[in-house]
């Protein structure tokens, strides 16, 4: 984002404790960081830097946001009481910086494709008295063929993030993200909610985004395969046509440090589709007394019954 002159809609932030670079709206009053539930954030020039093309705007509500965030909490049964009590009010709309990649991908394969087929074999044993009989029997049996060709495919709904606050696999998590509703992006669009900024390069990004599409590609070319059933799949795959755009994804995040001692608990929610990722704390005090319960009820019930009450 580049800075603009007066009618700046946004203060920057910085976040001391994980690295976010955050654009904040004049009226929010943010004394933790949304990411990472730190204090330590420091006012900060806003970064000159590459615009976002495009943003998928919110569709979830605050108030739906908090709702499922309140659900999630309530049914973490095995987390611990102070978990149990947080506050999630907290919860922050933040417009995540990530890289949407699109590519043609054109790629050579060799497999081996198998057909299975029914055959009915005959075959001799014994029957109850003791006696040689003949029976058949039906038996499924694969015929294997080696096959090699080329298939393309378009490569349009890669994602990969371009913040180093959220890792990776937790967007890939509450992905997909529907495209059809991409807005060109202008500050406008952001007003009233936070923004970060790119704290990764492109160049760094692209690299993650190839290799994410290839995955896909694998998975893809997995699909289309003929036959009952194939093995020893290997393909190389070139991407031609490659794009990269720096746009911005819709994402509730609510951070929660429910103690000093313990790791920091995140919860993100798709902003457009609701999707949702937490991993709730394990409070083992309480796994261990319900463990226990079960097996002690267990015992009652082997104990009433062996003296016949039961
Ligand atoms: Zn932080």
Known sequence: M????ANEPFHGLGCNSCGARLNVPPDE????????????IVMRPRADGEDPTFAV????PDNVARERARKWIRGAW????????????????????????????????????GENYVVIETYTTTDSKGRLVTRTRTKTVTEWRGLSGQWASYIDDV??????????????AIEPFDTRALKRYSPKLLSGWIAEDPSMTATQCLELA??????QIGHRLSDHMPGD?????KYSTQLVHEDLELILLPIW?????????????????????????GQPPRSWIKITVAVLAVLAAIALTVMLGTRGVL
Not at 2 to 5: D, G, L, N, Q, V
Not at 161 to 169: E, I, M, P, V
Not at 229 to 233: K, N, S
Not at 260 to 267: I, N, T
């Open 2 to 5: 580049t800075a603009s002159p």
């Open 57 to 60: 705007g919110f569709v979830l």
């Open 253 to 277: 995040i609510l951070a929660i440090k429910y103690d000093d001692e313990s790791p920091l608990v995140r919860l993100l929610i798709n902003g457009q589709t609701g999707a949702l990722v």
């Open 78 to 113: 095995f987390s611990p009481g102070a978990f149990l009590r947080s506050d999630v009010t907290a919860i922050r709309g933040v417009y995540v910086p990530a890289y949407m990649f699109t590519a043609e991908a054109h790629v050579k394969y060799t497999v081996s494709i």
């Open 210 to 215: 190839r290799a994410e599409a290839v995955g």
């Open 159 to 172: 994602f990969v993030t371009a913040s180093k606050g959220l890792h990776n696999t937790e967007l890939e």
């Open 29 to 40: 009053r943010t004394a933790r960081c949304p990411y990472c539930a730190s204090p330590n």
């Open 229 to 233: 059933r194939h093995r020893g799949l």
